[in-house]
């Protein structure tokens, strides 16, 4: 078969496979298709990628996407560095950005995840930045990159803010399951730092607080009298969740910041609060607030009925109290 | 006493999430699966991820596709090239990963009808990402059609392991699993004894995405899981009971019937991998017990043969509305229970069931068993400086397996 008859996507894919050897015979559209296994290269698979990007196929692109990132440990690295370098599209860049941090985290060193790091912090595209920042998700980005987190939060792109709003509280979730102090001091620090406050109250509303240090419980102190209203439900949030030392404070602030406050959704905020840093013995507590905004004496009856259960966890509680809101 | 040989100990993570620093798995094995890890090394618990946590306790299409990666990831770590001059320092770190050729093609071209044949070598190969991507592809293929669906599930009849493992799991995966006619086709095929017992358990499996399962379904795998002639597949239906009460209990639907049932299978099952299966799997969903489900779960405690199960019916009695009935069941079944791994289950889940107020029932567990004293101390320090949450409490323990029960053979 002539190749100049063929469909245009077959010729491009003869022209660039990743993997196509000298001589192989042409492709038909109506013959079965042969995949044979190949080696795989940096070049090889960027072709695959791009091509990729047209398929209908969410799974097909899902597959090239973690064979990049399996391939990385075993590719070339300069030639990675290079693909990284040279790549302008924030999509390809994003690929590639992945690939170089999973080299990281296999234990292949640091550089490379620094590499994306820089990228994130300085290419002069936005759309790159916000890239390169979603490739560093789930990673071990926040052991490696110092202030990066505090600098990303202020990027002048809403996008890449919010992007590393999003890393931070996944990383903080899904690597390090809530429990680990430097992972959520980071996070504090970087919603501290941002000047944007839907970053700050989303990053706050969303970790755990349960190991943070006393100098990030303060921080978060600080921003109880923010002049947002969702940064002050983020920070009565989270100061729901602080670690042991800190919860007498806590919850002498909310109950007092309870009657001066006039927002619905902080005082809403503040009864979870409450309910989390006392479980049962919060009841007494929530039985004094919940007539001073009749807008919220549901709200307080539905916390006092799930926390008389005796739940013991508060994933537990959390879920008696959904209940409880759907069986009024 | 015979004991359980334990089941295979989870692989983390599922097979479609990004591999995570070697620091991630420390801080998801040591501070979330250890919180509820039953003194075998299979947790069930769904917190911190937002996919679905692998449910596992033997070897599944799901798991060995797991496993297989694990191995392509590390599998060359210790081989040492003959040739090289200096071998260490050449030695492959890591097997190369696979790339195929014309498989652009395959996936623009392929359909339902020419699945099986355009994958062939595919299937054939040891490449878990290729094999993952088939699932995946063909779940799309199927969509929501019921022809679709049926015929993937006719294939699985007759299809070698490795095919099988891909059509099952992505007949699971697919929308059209969810049409009545075909969920009732895979439940009528699962239940054939004209089949096999491992490809009924793999047929059965791809129920485990169903939103809820009715009452006379809820019977007929309750009946199946129990029976002596189901072998593994009874396991399997077990499971997938389980598993269907978790997504049913997650949209708020009462856990009671499937409980029921399981009870059932774990009081009357005569195999015991089948009743610590039906025993230990509700801990994923994590229901409050009503009065019914904590008489029958305290019954297990007494009269359930294998120590494993034993420990299992205590942790899903931590949750109950009624937490001193709880406490003193624990309290009663503490002294006539030999097993120390067992003990420990009930003192550490006395405080999982009422918290601080489980104090004095733990001081009196410790004054029948001093190896528990020093553990007594710990909980009553933590809970001296404040911590309720049973999470931290657990999480503030210095050692979350001190009487060596977590990987115990």
């Known amino acids: ?328 | 006493m015979p004991r359980v040989p334990p089941p295979r100990p989870s692989t983390p993570g599922d097979t479609t999430s990004p591999p995570a620093p070697t620091k991630a798995w420390r801080w998801r094995l040591g501070a979330v699966g250890g919180l509820l890890l039953l003194g075998v090394a299979w947790g069930l618990w769904p917190a911190a991820r937002e996919e679905e946590a692998p449910v596992v306790g033997a070897p599944r299409p799901e798991q060995e596709a797991s496993t297989e990666r694990e191995a392509a990831r590390h599998g060359a770590g210790q081989e040492v090239s003959a040739e090289s001059g200096d071998a260490l320092a050449a030695a492959p770190r890591y097997d190369p990963t696979t790339c195929w050729s014309d498989l652009a093609r395959f996936d623009e071209g392929v359909r339902v009808d020419t699945f099986r044949e355009w994958a062939a070598p595919l299937l054939a190969s040891r490449d878990p990402l290729v094999r993952m991507y088939l699932k995946e592809r063909l779940t799309e293929l199927i969509g929501g059609d019921a022809g679709r669906a049926l015929e993937v599930l006719s294939w699985t009849k007759e299809a070698g392991p490795k095919e099988f493992k891909v059509f099952a799991m992505a007949l699971k995966d697919s929308e059209a699993v969810h049409r009545p006619e075909v969920a009732r086709g895979i439940l009528d095929l699962g239940l054939d004894t004209a089949l096999e017992p491992e490809r009924r358990a793999g047929v059965l499996s791809a129920l485990d995405t169903q939103r809820r399962l009715s009452a006379e379904t809820l019977t007929r795998l309750t009946d199946f899981a129990k029976d002596p002639a189901s072998g593994e597949a009874g396991w399997a239906a077990a499971r997938t009971l389980a598993r269907v009460m978790r997504n049913d209990h997650a949209r708020a639907a009462d856990a009671a019937p499937y409980l029921d049932g399981l009870l059932t299978i774990g009081q009357e099952s005569l195999d015991e991998h089948v009743r610590y299966m039906a025993l230990s799997t509700p801990m994923e969903t994590a229901p409050v017990l009503d009065a019914r489900a904590v008489g029958r779960y305290a019954q297990v405690l007494t009269t359930e043969g294998s120590p494993d199960g034993r420990g299992a019916a205590a942790h899903n009695l931590a949750l109950s509305e009624d937490p001193r009935r709880v406490l003193e069941t624990f309290e009663r079944a503490f002294g006539p229970e030999q097993d120390v791994c067992v003990r420990w289950a009930l003192f550490r889940f006395s405080a999982r069931a009422a918290g601080r107020d489980a104090l004095p029932v733990m001081a009196r567990m410790a004054l029948t068993d001093p190896r528990f004293q020093t553990t007594y101390q710990d909980f009553e320090r933590i809970y001296a400086s404040g911590v309720m949450d049973f999470e931290r409490v657990w999480l503030s323990l210095p050692d979350q397996d001190p009487y060596g029960c977590l990987h115990r053979d």
Request: with cysteine.
């Open chain 1, 1 to 328: 078969m002539n190749r100049r008859h063929l469909p245009v996507w077959v010729s491009l894919w003869l022209s660039s496979s990743p993997c196509l050897a000298a001589g192989a015979p042409d492709a038909s559209v109506s013959r079965a298709p042969e995949p044979r296994a190949q080696a795989c290269s940096v070049e090889g698979l960027m072709d695959s990628i791009r091509r990729g990007l047209q398929s209908g196929s969410p799974a097909y692109q899902r597959y090239l996407r973690e064979l990049l990132k399996e391939s990385a440990v075993t590719l070339p690295e300069a030639a990675l560095r290079e693909a990284f370098e040279r790549e302008t599209a924030p999509v390809m860049v994003e690929h590639l950005a992945a690939a170089l941090a999973a080299r990281t985290d296999r234990g292949e060193g640091v550089e490379t995840l620094r590499l994306v790091a820089k990228r994130a912090l300085g290419d002069a595209d936005p759309a790159v930045r916000a890239a390169a920042t979603r490739a560093l998700r789930r990673t071990s980005a926040e052991e490696h990159t110092g202030d990066m987190y505090q600098r990303l939060v202020r990027d002048a792109s809403p996008e890449v803010r919010a992007e590393a709003a999003t890393n931070l509280i996944e990383d903080n979730q899904y690597v390090y399951a809530g429990a680990h102090g430097p992972a959520s001091d980071v996070a504090v620090a970087a919603a501290v730092a941002s000047s944007d406050p839907a970053v700050t109250a989303r990053i706050l509303g969303n970790i755990s607080t349960a190991p943070i240090s006393a100098e990030s419980a303060q921080r978060i102190h600080a921003l109880v009298d923010s002049d947002d209203a969702r940064v002050r439900a983020a920070a009565v949030t989270a100061l729901g969740g602080v670690p042991a030392a800190q919860m007498e404070r806590a919850r002498q602030v909310l109950a007092t910041r309870y009657r001066d406050e006039t927002d619905v959704g902080v005082r809403s905020a503040i009864l979870q609060g409450l309910a989390r840093l006392g479980f049962s013995s919060a009841i007494p507590e929530l039985r004094r607030l919940r007539g001073v905004d009749p807008r919220l004496t549901g709200e307080a009856d539905a916390w006092i009925q799930a926390l008389s259960t005796g739940l013991q966890e508060w994933s537990l509680l959390l879920r008696e109290k959904q209940r409880v809101g759907q069986a009024h």
